[in-house]
């Protein structure tokens, strides 16, 4: 704090019309200032605080991150029928073809309620710029927005007029549907607040009903039911926020009750969507929430990681400055000193 | 021009020269040329053609042997030289004698009358004063007519291929301003031939009807508003756009605009260009504003303009060329006009020039004799006058007037330019002839020249890197994609999105694919617009707002206020702050610079008796006159000598006594000095202020007052003097004045006892040629002897003469001078014909020494650049014993340094002397770091080197391969000191050292002479002091006093430096880990450029998110305090070393920014792998970690935290957020109510806190252990500050206040 550097030459006696400067701290940049130097002992007490922080909190999204039960079912390939095994887009595309398909899943242990149902899709870019881009938020807002589709090339409109909701994004909805039942008692899905608050309130119009969807020469994916408003297509909400990366996964329902361990749930997938086209993967995944999400190790690792490099690293600086230290401020290390009799050479 | 062997002299004063290895010391005997006969034959060079020959002139005078004392032999060399006592004072203003023209004819002089019948005016000789165009010539203030003069005087010499001193001395100290009489005249007999009546503009006189008839002249009205309400838009986005910065945010726009490349939305990518058009057009409006409003002030003055026959006021902005304007005392000028008559009956009339040149003291114009008498409301005046086209020279004005069918030729002096104001005239009468845009300051008001900085510079090779890197970026994102395309495209056509066909419509149609080329190129450009702020454009406008407020600061700087003359510091160059924290060399003029440039008279030698007691008695004697019943006194107070007062109170009855008489007489007469009365408060007082334009001239002038010879009243016909109370009337039979061949000027005077007597002063050189040496050859002699001891303390030397005139002899110059002051070509060679007669065989009177004083502060402040490491090299047109003594007194020399002197006269001699000396100087270095360890810069106790070298030399090296000797020559020295340098050659010096290293190079400089230097050197500072505003207006920084360096560089110039590197460093980072999280994402989208960060924060990022941090830390941070800057000045090598900003530092930045970038985006991207997380969360995510981090970054790197810095960085960081969550709430935006989503798991919050401690530990780690093993001076000063016990080392501070305090007077 060096407020009163040089200062004191400047006295009020400034005449009338004088040009000199009138004094200020801040003009003459006199300002109180802080001026943090980093000691050695406050590196440590750096590290040492962060070590300390990190390393539970490591510890503890680990463990959480170990209790969140997770089952992963690869389908797409194991739900084609083998006379189709090398004619998978025939099989998909064809409308005669059963699409049903039985999967048995055993729970490894216990699920408590609520069992998230997710399914995964890889290599599905749907961060593709040309993907995301088509789409109109506009139009899914209000009635009134219907004709706004010009964003939404190339699903736009069709002979009958504009669509409802336009755009690649919801040409391209999910329409696998799966049902659960464990030893052959049906498992309700609840597919109620499987969205955002957010979103049936102001992002999806409660007037908006879809109009021409999948109706064009290409059926993209589900179709909706148009007598039911945006507002209450959930399907269509989670699909429409798009994913980070591309692979993904979108919450499909809850089963509210719990799995016990060993449980055989059998699952029966109308395995619908097209992957096959692209060489994607679907993969159907049930699992547990803990407070850190799902199942996940790497925040747990990251943060042991950078805590005991952290602690580490306090150490080694303890160390340097116990058997190393230099004496602060000692001119005896600047520069035109340090060759002079009594100067470091470091 | 003699001994041309090199002097190899170590300093006298050198107490261990003994135990130094034998230096050679060169005599002259070894010159064959010897021979010479005696001390003052050979001096004379007036002769061009002689001076040529170095041969036939050189010839050494004294036949020193080895054994002769070595200072007499370096004052052999000097004299015998042939250099010349610097006259400013001669070289001034008013010719007053010349063309008195047809005049004269009809009435024959009158000088009979007034010999016999005492004091009638002899009207005739001075009253139609040519003041000849030349002599203000070359002051002009732009640049180019600078150079220009200069550089046409310099061919001059060339021409006839001699050195003379002409071109080197007379330069200096008031130089260019005065510049060389007969080029100009030349030019001016020139220009009437020349002005043919096509380039030529004709004015009628009071007729506006023909005199706008072939040209409608436009009117007076000014226009300073660059922009009117319908062309402001046009224009202001015209002049905007000249910034290459603000075509490339254009070229983005436009490119965004295209519905292929549209990355971003319309809207958002233009909103970073139309926010900095809007500011820039905003301020540019609010300035325009002003000048509006100011012109119409201007525009809406009245003056008095003849209508009919009668004086009307009438609106500035309504007078016409050739109207005829009437202006009252202490009015402004409202356009450029010719002087038709005035209020005093010799045509005189005072102008104060200060808004035009900002010089303070008047100047004298003349009305024409022969339009003297006509009064235009009485009268109707006919005529016509032609001049040159206008033009921006103010000192110059070519033209002539037909009036009465005679030509009258027309100068600088007849003329009164728009921006003066008349003073000390009742009134004056003259015709428009350059009104409105077309005066003469209208069309000088340009701005400063521009310079780059070299920080800027550096940095535009990182900016291409930076471009290196971004094509890089793109290149692969489109190598990528063309890999994707090609490996995908048998399924292009079934891929979802990427579908060739458009089903949509029902019909076959191309959808959005170009083929596979055009996708490529496409994607090239689009990744060029998504990576955009990997220039950073943004960093251009912050500098220049980090410039503004730096430039603020060293304004408002308190210490750099200079109370005397009440002027601020000033920045005029707005882009090279950043370069006063890197000078390695400060190249100073010595006039003016160094010292005060307030001469004062010290000393004199009058009869061969030096009187020198007035620098001992402190008595000061107030002389004192009455006039009109008012007791004048003399503005300043000199100290005066009490027996040559004694002696002169005596009377002139002894041959003294008469001698001193007539000494004082001279000096009081012998000038073009104004006196002027100034009430003061007591009623029956008043101040006699002299007003010249040489200050030398006004010292001998006020010291002629304090011994009783007091200047009363000086028409151009007559001067009156009180002398002892006597009051005597002179008459001025002829004057002429100083001109740079004959170094001299001389005055006749019929005086009261009808004698007519000739005073001449003049430099030494000249004046001693011109002295009749049969007589009083021990009075010479001993003169000189005085002159050189006075020069020897520093003192400025001038020498006076006087001889009486017969009547006969009186005539006979008359008509000649009659004859040569009417010549229409070659007048002013043939005026200085005429001089040449009348100016010989004189007495000697005796010599003056006028003091220079050294300003307050300038040793301590030499010192501390020194100790800085900084290489501070003097640079005089003064002589070498002047500037020598002036070296030691201001600590440049020291008494342990040995000197190397050059003087040689011929390339060879010059080759022959630079080997020895930089032999000799290698041998010292080599046996001083033999017995020191110690480094050159701090240089205690080392042998230090002095190289002094005068002009003759330097026009041998400069421009030749002896630069090369003399830069390995200079680099070995402490001091340069270079005397007799001209200015041209001044500006040589700094480009030898400019173009050799990669030094930054500073010249100050005050007077006009110093401008080339100042616009050549990497930083320019102009000392606003008594010689003008040249020096200031070609500037780039202007202060008022030499020491004022030291806090500038010392103290702004590092915190500048420091600043301004960290933050170009910052900037690049923080754009570049953008770009980068940026790129990392894209290659994770099918190479399609997607961002997760939203469009608006991308655009925000630089001017919201980001912007302001920086740029308050590159305004307020300081890495240490003013105190211990100025206690340490070594710490100025930060800069010099280029500490702050260097290659290696910014490839660290780069490595940093790569970590740093990799952990903000991996981090989340791990974390949530395989998660349903959406891209508008993921994104948010980034944007606020990647701008927390950026400014916990800067937060980390700022040294002095205040609350401004507090609120800028936590500001930014809540403005983010506030923006963040705006954003989201928006519904029509894809990412409606993420953030507000993902804020409430604690995976968020986790994720946020392990990105900025992974990214920042690295950095902090590298700086802790940097700061802690390898400190830098200015960390460990740093720690001092904090830590240091400050009473221990503070060595240096009594020092430093001196120069820290301000100056009470």
Not at chain 1, 320 to 346: E, M, V
Not at chain 2, 386 to 401: D, L, S, V
Not at chain 2, 877 to 887: L, N, P, V
Not at chain 2, 977 to 997: E, H
Request: some cysteine; proline content about 4%; aromatic content about 10%.
């Amino acid at each position: 704090m060096d407020a009163k550097d040089g200062a004191s030459d400047l006295t009020s006696s400034t005449k009338k019309k004088s040009r000199r400067p009138k004094y200020s701290q801040f003009t003459q940049q006199e300002l109180p200032a802080c001026k943090p130097i980093l000691t050695p002992a406050w590196v440590i007490l750096i590290f040492v605080a962060i070590g300390i922080v990190f390393l539970p909190i490591g510890f503890a999204s680990l463990f959480a991150s170990e209790h969140v039960v997770e089952i992963v079912n690869h389908y797409d390939r194991d739900c084609v029928p083998p006379n189709y095994v090398d004619n998978k887009l025939a099989y998909i595309q064809s409308s005669k073809t059963n699409k049903t398909c039985i999967r048995r899943v055993t729970i490894p242990k216990q699920m408590k309620s609520p069992v998230y149902i997710y399914y995964q899709l890889d290599h599905f870019y749907q961060n593709h710029r040309r993907y995301v881009k088509s789409r109109s938020d506009g139009q899914l807002r209000s009635k009134s927005n219907e004709k706004k589709t010009d964003t939404c090339a190339p699903e736009r409109y069709t002979a009958n007029g504009a669509i409802v909701p336009c755009g690649l994004v919801a040409w391209s909805l999910f329409n696998d549907t799966y049902k659960f039942s464990v030893n052959n008692k049906q498992l309700g899905v609840s597919k109620k607040d499987i969205t955002w608050k957010s979103d049936p309130k102001k992002k999806f119009g409660s007037d908006v009903y879809p109009k021409n969807f999948q109706s064009g020469g290409l059926i993209g994916g589900a179709k909706l039911n148009s007598s039911i408003p945006l507002s209450e297509q959930e399907d269509l909400m989670v699909w429409m926020r798009t994913s980070t990366l591309p692979t993904f996964r979108k919450l499909y329902g809850k089963i509210e009750a719990d799995l016990e361990a060993d449980d055989i749930v059998t699952v029966t997938i109308e395995n619908n969507y097209n992957t096959y086209i692209f060489g994607g993967n679907k993969k159907l995944v049930l699992s547990t929430a803990s407070w850190i999400g799902g199942k996940n190790c790497l925040l747990g690792i990251a943060y042991l990681t950078v805590g005991g490099l952290c602690l580490f690293l306090a150490i080694s600086f303890l160390l340097l400055y116990l058997f190393k230290p230099r004496p602060l401020g000692d001119t005896s290390y600047l520069s035109w000193n340090r060759s002079a009799p009594g100067g470091h050479i470091y | 021009m003699t001994s041309k062997r090199p002097l190899l002299i170590p300093s006298p004063r050198t107490p261990n020269t003994q135990h130094l290895p034998a230096l050679p010391v060169y005599s002259d005997i070894a010159n064959p040329t010897s021979g010479g006969t005696g001390l003052f034959s050979g001096m004379d060079s007036r002769n061009p053609a002689a001076a040529d020959n170095s041969i036939n002139v050189e010839l050494p005078t004294f036949k020193s042997s080895p054994q002769r004392s070595i200072s007499s032999s370096q004052r052999s060399v000097s004299s015998s030289q042939g250099s010349v006592v610097e006259p400013p004072t001669f070289k001034s203003s008013s010719q007053r004698s010349v063309s008195s023209s047809r005049r004269s004819v009809v009435e024959p002089p009158t000088f009979k009358s007034s010999s016999q019948g005492s004091v009638v005016e002899p009207p005739t000789f001075k009253s139609s004063s040519q003041r000849s165009v030349s002599s203000l010539q070359s002051k002009a203030s732009g640049n180019n007519s600078v150079r220009e003069s200069i550089s046409s005087l310099q061919s001059k010499n060339s021409g006839n291929n001699s050195v003379r001193e002409v071109s080197f001395g007379d330069l200096e100290s008031k130089p260019v301003r005065y510049g060389s009489r007969g080029a100009d005249s030349e030019a001016l007999s020139l220009s009437q031939k020349d002005l043919n009546e096509e380039d030529a503009r004709v004015v009628y006189i009071d007729d506006l009807a023909k005199t706008n008839e072939r040209f409608e002249y436009s009117g007076n009205s000014i226009r300073t508003a660059k922009y009117s309400v319908f062309t402001f838009l046009p224009r202001n986005l015209f002049e905007q756009f000249h910034r290459v910065a603000y075509i490339y945010f254009l070229v983005i726009a436009v490119l965004n605009q295209l519905p292929q490349l549209a990355v971003f939305g319309r809207g958002v990518s233009i909103l970073p260009l139309a926010f900095v058009l809007l500011v820039t057009a905003v301020k540019d409006g609010f300035e325009d504003y002003r000048r509006h409003r100011s012109d119409r002030i201007e525009n809406n003055r009245l003056a008095s303009v003849l209508v009919g026959n009668q004086f009307h006021p009438k609106k500035w902005k309504d007078v016409r060329v050739g109207e005829i304007i009437k202006i009252q005392a202490s009015e402004a000028i409202p356009c450029d006009m010719v002087l038709l008559s005035t209020s005093d009956p010799t045509g005189v009339a005072y102008v104060q020039t200060i808004n035009l040149d900002g010089e303070s003291n008047l100047k004298t114009r003349y009305a024409k004799q022969e339009t003297l008498s006509k009064m235009p409301d009485k009268e109707k005046i006919t005529g016509l006058i032609k001049c040159e086209n206008p033009n921006r020279n103010i000192y110059g004005f070519h033209a002539f007037m037909e009036i009465d069918g005679k030509r009258l030729s027309l100068g600088p002096s007849n003329i009164i330019l728009r921006g003066c104001e008349l003073k000390n005239t009742h009134w004056v009468i003259g015709v428009a002839v350059y009104v409105g845009r077309e005066t003469k300051v209208m069309l000088n008001s340009s701005g400063a020249p521009s310079k780059r900085s070299r920080l800027e510079t550096r940095m535009n090779f990182e900016i291409i890197l930076l471009s290196g890197f971004l094509v890089a970026l793109c290149t692969v994102v489109s190598f990528c994609a063309a890999v994707w395309l090609r490996h995908n495209n048998d399924e292009l056509d079934d891929i979802l999105f990427y579908r060739k066909q458009d089903y949509s419509k029902g019909k076959v149609d191309d959808y959005n694919y170009y083929g596979w080329g055009l996708e490529i190129l496409f994607t090239f450009l689009m990744s060029v617009i998504v990576f955009q702020i990997m220039i950073p454009i943004s960093l251009y406008i912050s500098m220049e707002l980090v410039r503004v407020g730096q430039a603020y600061f060293m304004i408002r700087d308190g210490q750099m206020y200079d109370e005397s003359s009440d002027s601020r510091f000033q920045c005029r160059a707005l882009n090279i702050n950043e370069d006063l924290g890197q000078i390695k060399y400060v190249f100073s003029d010595k006039t003016g610079t160094l010292t005060e440039n307030k001469m004062e008279f010290q000393c004199a030698s009058i009869w061969g008796v030096d009187y020198n007691g007035g620098r001992s008695s402190p008595e000061q004697v107030g002389y004192s006159v009455e006039v009109d019943g008012k007791i004048l006194r003399p503005k300043m107070k000199v100290k005066a000598d009490p027996d040559l007062q004694q002696l002169l109170r005596s009377g002139k009855d002894t041959n003294e006594g008469k001698h001193v008489y007539e000494f004082f007489l001279a000096l009081a007469a012998c000038n073009t000095i104004v006196p002027l009365v100034v009430d003061t408060s007591d009623p029956n007082g008043g101040l006699l202020d002299y007003q010249g334009e040489s200050p030398d001239e006004q010292a001998l002038v006020y010291a002629a007052a304090a011994y009783g010879f007091m200047l009363i009243e000086r028409t151009s016909g007559h001067i009156v003097i009180d002398i002892q109370g006597d009051r005597q009337r002179f008459n001025v039979l002829g004057l002429h004045e100083f001109d740079s061949d004959r170094k001299r000027m001389s005055v006749i005077l019929g005086c009261p006892d009808k004698t007519i007597k000739v005073f001449v002063k003049g430099a030494d050189t000249t004046m001693f040629s011109v002295i009749d040496k049969r007589l009083n050859l021990d009075i010479i002699r001993a003169t000189e002897a005085h002159i050189h001891a006075y020069s020897s303390l520093g003192l400025r030397t001038l020498v006076v003469g006087m001889r009486e005139l017969s009547a006969t002899k009186f005539e006979q110059w008359h008509s000649s001078f009659e004859e040569a002051s009417t010549a229409l070509i070659g007048r002013a060679a043939l005026l200085r014909k005429v001089a040449g007669t009348i100016e010989n065989n004189l007495i000697i009177l005796g010599a003056s020494g006028i003091e220079d004083k050294l300003q307050l502060g300038v040793p301590e402040a030499i010192d501390s650049l020194r100790t800085a490491g900084v290489q501070v090299w003097v640079l005089t047109g003064d002589k070498q014993e002047t500037a020598i003594s002036i070296g030691y007194s201001s600590k440049l020399l020291t008494r342990r340094m040995t000197q190397i002197i050059i003087n040689s006269s011929s390339r060879d001699s010059c080759r022959r002397s630079l080997e020895d000396a930089i032999l000799m100087s290698r041998k010292l270095m080599t046996v001083s770091a033999d017995t020191q360890t110690d480094r050159g810069s701090s240089g205690h106790g080392g042998t230090q080197v002095a190289l002094i070298i005068d002009g003759t030399s330097l026009v041998y090296i400069l421009d030749s391969e002896l630069e090369e000797k003399l830069f390995e020559l200079a680099s070995y020295c402490t001091v340069v000191l270079c005397c007799r340098v001209a200015p041209l050659q001044k500006a040589g010096i700094v480009a030898l050292v400019k173009n050799r290293t990669a030094d930054m190079t500073l010249a100050i400089g005050d007077g006009a002479n110093d401008v080339s230097m100042i616009q050549m050197a990497d930083v320019g500072v102009g000392i606003s002091g008594q010689e003008g505003r040249q020096a200031v207006m070609s500037s780039d920084f202007a202060m008022g006093q030499f020491r004022f360096l030291v806090p500038l560089l010392l103290v702004h110039g590092h915190w500048n430096y420091q600043r301004m590197g960290y933050m170009i460093l910052y900037n690049f980072y923080r754009n570049a880990v953008f770009v980068l999280i940026l790129f990392w994402y894209v290659l994770f989208t099918c190479f399609s450029l997607t961002t997760a960060i939203t469009d608006w924060s991308s655009m925000l990022y630089s001017i919201i998110y980001t912007a302001v941090p920086t740029i308050v830390v590159g305004i307020l941070d300081k890495d240490l305090s003013r105190r211990t800057l100025l206690d340490y000045p070594q710490l100025y090598g930060a800069g010099q070393r280029q500490e702050c900003y260097n290659s290696k530092l910014f490839w660290l930045t780069v490595v940093d920014t790569f970590w740093q970038s990799l952990a903000v985006f991996f981090i989340p991207l791990f974390a949530y792998w395989g998660s349903s997380i959406d891209r508008s969360s993921i994104g948010d995510l980034w944007t606020l970690a990647v701008v927390i981090l950026v400014n916990l970054h800067l937060a980390m790197d700022v040294i002095r935290w205040n609350w401004i810095t507090h609120a800028a960085i936590w500001g930014s960081i809540i403005a983010t957020w506030i923006c963040v969550f705006v954003i989201d709430a928006i519904p029509s935006l894809v990412g409606y109510w993420a953030i507000f989503h993902v804020i409430k798991t604690a995976s968020f919050w986790l994720c946020l806190l392990a990105i900025i401690i992974a990214a920042m530990a690295p950095r902090f780690v590298v700086k802790f252990l940097y700061q802690y093993y390898r400190p830098s001076d200015v960390q460990i000063a740093r720690e001092l500050e904090k830590f240091g016990n400050p009473s221990a080392s503070r060595p240096a501070q009594i020092e430093m206040n001196a120069i820290l305090d301000l100056p009470r007077r």
